[in-house]
């Protein structure tokens, strides 16, 4: 569920971005007093996400429009399918469509991109995963977009958790130095993961007590061993370029999750169109 706040901050900095002092056009042609009706449609197949951001683009315009869903988000939609219809004063409803448009194709985009990669490790115990390599202030919606495809949330941000990453680790001197820095100073509440890159490192981590480890652009050959040598001791994350690599093999060496950064940071919208009648 979006949090009302957060929708409302992202839709009026869009609005105040896309519509400027005044939408020129539509105020120059279209007669105050007119009103339309009009369907939302899926192009192409996916799975639709966004729809309560839709809906507070509208009501931010004008509470005069009235947005009917047809579909709820984490619906499979198909080309030609109506994911709502709208109704209202024509001038108010032009002047927010670009913004519906913007998030919800984005967010249906990332959504369905992360179905397809689930549906890759269907039958395996791995999670999909994303990052925090998302768009800067809209973290919140891509990832809640994520989770619209059947994906798991890694860290919102910084406070959620301790990842010991390379320059973590050199920083600190060692894997051992930077786990028990983080014992001795974090809440005991936060789980530890750290990143690796060779066998020697999974065993550091390992003896120091890492809750985590993730393995950081390993082959396929160089996981299944380290899956083996974890051996349940920690879960296992698996990272790295995840979005070019075969994922069924990555998930059948046995990795409890498998990050995937390009489920927000390389993402094509999905085509979604508004047209009058």
Do not use: W
């Not at 639709?48 to 507070?56: A, S, T, V």
């Not at 390379?166 to 005991?188: E, L, Q, W, Y």
Request: contains cysteine.
């Amino acid at each position: 569920m979006l949090d009302v706040h957060i929708m409302e901050e992202i839709v009026l900095r869009a609005l105040a971005e896309d519509i400027g002092t005044g939408d020129v056009t539509t105020r120059s042609i279209i007669p105050e007093t007119q009103q339309i009706t009009g369907k939302v449609m899926a192009k192409e197949s996916g799975v639709i996400c966004g729809i309560p951001m839709m809906i507070k683009v509208f009501e931010k315009i004008d509470p005069n429009i009235k947005v009917k869903p047809h579909m709820s988000d984490g619906d499979k939609a198909e080309q030609g399918d109506v994911i709502a219809q709208i109704e209202g004063p024509a001038v108010g409803v032009l002047e927010g469509e670009r913004v519906a448009l913007n998030l919800i194709q984005r967010l249906s985009g990332i959504a369905t991109k992360t179905a397809r990669f689930v549906d890759a490790v269907k039958g395996t115990k791995a999670r999909i995963t994303d990052t925090r390599k998302t768009t800067p202030g809209l973290r919140v919606i891509e990832k809640y977009a994520v989770k619209a495809g059947g994906g798991a949330n890694h860290r919102f941000n910084l406070s959620d958790g301790i990842l010991i990453k390379d320059n973590h680790i050199k920083a600190a001197g060692s894997i051992t130095n930077a786990v028990n820095a983080a014992r001795k100073n974090a809440p005991h509440t936060l789980k530890i993961e750290v990143e690796v890159e060779t066998m020697a490192q999974i065993d550091e981590a390992l003896n120091a007590g890492a809750d985590i480890i993730m393995l950081d652009n390993m082959d396929i050959e160089a996981m299944q061993r380290a899956v083996e040598r974890i051996d349940g001791k920690a879960l296992v994350e698996a990272s790295g370029n995840m979005g070019d690599k075969n994922l069924p093999e990555v998930a059948q060496t046995g990795v409890d999750l498998i990050s995937v950064g390009a489920l927000t940071h390389t993402v094509k919208a999905m085509d979604i169109s508004l047209r009058f009648e």
